[in-house]
């Protein structure tokens, strides 16, 4: 069994900053990629940024160049978040093992509250 654990989350005026942690307990993930997704009320789940097991990482066009995911041990990664937008507004969430269909992961966070204020 596998738990993801978020923390971090919070309200923040636009153009600062907040980093978000996502604690893995349980079994080891077997090298899946972990990835940070966000959801607005009304619309779709957005894949914002993943990481694999060698460090490789990839990014939304929407937070390329102001986001940076980063693994800090084998349990632990982190999403730091610059440059805030009022349109970061979100609930993210931490995921990782892809089930090879959009959005589909097998194991999730309780996701937690990102607010950027104009």
């Known amino acids: 069994q596998v738990q993801l654990v978020e923390s971090g989350g919070g309200s923040v005026q636009a153009g600062g900053s907040l980093t978000l942690s996502c604690v893995r307990s349980g079994v080891n993930l077997g090298g899946c990629r972990m990835v940070w997704l966000r959801q607005v009320p009304g619309k779709a789940r957005e894949l914002v940024s993943s990481?694999?097991?060698?460090?490789?990482s990839s990014y939304a066009d929407s937070v390329k160049g102001r986001f940076i995911i980063s693994r800090n041990n084998s349990k632990t990664i982190t999403l730091q978040m610059n440059s805030l937008k009022t349109e970061d507004t979100a609930v993210y969430y931490c995921?990782?093992?892809?089930?090879?269909?959009?959005?589909?992961?097998?194991?999730w966070g309780q996701g937690t509250q990102v607010t950027v204020s104009s």
């Open positions: 995921a990782a093992c892809w089930l090879g269909t959009t959005g589909a992961y097998r194991y």
């Open positions: 990481i694999a097991s060698d460090g490789t």
